[in-house]
């Protein structure tokens, strides 16, 4: 059988797939990357793929003047969420998500959520095809101005922080969001840490700091978000496999 290939949006140079790219590459799939920001433009249609990416970045979802290419980002989403394409959307990714399948996105009141963090799972996320086998206390790097303040219609809480609710959750059977960084670990966090030090600093935080506690969650940030990498890749072969079946 040939690989599944995974089509996944990065919209800036300092976001790419990290950690989750690593693990859908290292269990077999093929990863694509477009860089809109690059100038790549972003299809209509995921044709080709069996899977697909959304990652995070400092716009807004509906940030369209900051980052021009979001609304063919949001009409690919509706579509893919139309076809029942495997979707994962990361921080950004999932605030698009939400926003396209009729939840709302907001700013922040406060100070944003950056470093390491603990999510809880919900009853929901027991029988989830990608969060089923999360720890009580699963250790999450947040780093978000927005956040999902309504879920869209019909989806799935699936983990909620202290702070936000809606850390992850399902939209239908196949289309997955999360607020949280599953793909970054220490070397991100790090540099996300130097290049935003003003931003840590008003927020009462240390660049020291917050790469100290990413770096001391490493083995579990990898052990939990590798899990879900992969059972993610699982869901992108058996839906493929059921598109071959039905012709």
């Known amino acids: 059988m040939t690989p599944v290939r995974v089509l996944a949006i990065q919209h800036e140079d300092d976001a790419g797939p990290g950690f989750i790219g690593e693990r859908i590459r290292a269990l077999g799939a093929h990863l694509d990357v477009l860089h809109p920001y690059l100038g790549d433009p972003v299809p209509l249609t995921t044709d080709g793929y069996d899977g697909l990416v959304v990652l995070g970045g400092t716009p807004g ?97 699936l983990c909620r922080s202290e702070r936000f609710p809606h850390q992850a959750f399902r939209v239908g059977s196949a289309a997955w969001g999360t607020q949280f ?40 940030l990898r052990r939990v978000w590798g899990d879900v990498a992969a059972r993610w890749v699982e869901v992108v072969t058996a839906a493929r496999s059921s598109r071959s079946e039905r012709g």
Do not use: Q, Y
Not at 78 to 84: D, G, I, K
Not at 97 to 113: H, I, Q, S, T, Y
Not at 183 to 209: H, I, K, P, Q
């Open 61 to 157: 979802p509906f940030d369209d003047v900051a980052a021009p290419w979001l609304p063919d980002v949001r009409r690919l989403l509706a579509t893919v969420l139309a076809e029942e394409l495997p979707l994962l959307g990361i921080c950004l990714g999932g605030e698009l998500l939400a926003a396209v399948a009729g939840g709302k996105v907001d700013r922040v009141d406060g100070a944003p959520e950056i470093g390491l963090h603990s999510l809880t799972p919900t009853d929901a996320a027991r029988t989830d095809p990608l969060f089923s086998g999360l720890p009580a206390a699963a250790p999450a790097v947040e780093w978000h101005w927005e956040e999902i303040v309504e879920l869209p219609p019909g989806a799935v809480s």
């Open 181 to 220: 960084h599953p793909e970054v670990l220490t070397d991100g966090a790090a540099a996300w840490a130097r290049s935003g030090a003003g931003d840590l600093a008003a927020a009462r935080l240390t660049v020291e700091g917050v790469t100290a506690a990413v770096a001391a969650g490493e083995p579990e």
